[in-house]
Nanobody
């Protein structure tokens, strides 16, 4: 079972940038997703990447500001976050799943499609 460890969170002023990393113990998944959860809110999908072909997906709220990528070994997935706003403040989690590409394409932001989760890293954006 793949283990995931997030890093890179921190505190930043609005307009700033952060780069989160998700380190996987092995390449035994089909896709990785980044989710976030703010206090009192549901956990929501932010970005996802299908490891086989590199296809990516983004939530509308982060399109144009966040970029998800993976390294050549496919054991580290990064989330580059630019132009951060206060509404981006949340605990960020990465998660891994095994479903097919067609299923992932339509359900990448659904928490139920992910089998393994990291412990999370906190991102705080001050305005």
């Amino acid at each position: 079972q793949v283990q995931l460890v997030e890093s890179g969170g921190g505190s930043v002023q609005a307009g700033g940038s952060l780069r989160l990393s998700c380190a996987a113990s092995e390449y035994s998944y089909m896709y990785i997703g980044w989710f976030r959860q703010a206090p009192g809110k549901e956990r929501e999908g932010v970005a996802g990447i299908y490891s086989g072909g590199g296809a990516t997906r983004y939530a509308d709220s982060v399109k144009g500001r966040f970029t998800i990528s993976q390294d050549d070994a496919k054991t580290t997935v990064s989330l580059e976050m630019n132009s951060l706003i206060a509404e981006d403040t949340a605990m960020y989690y990465c998660a891994a799943g095994l479903a097919s590409g067609d299923r992932w394409a339509n359900r990448w932001a659904n928490r139920d499609e992910y089998d393994n989760w990291g412990q999370g890293t906190q991102v705080t954006v001050s305005s």
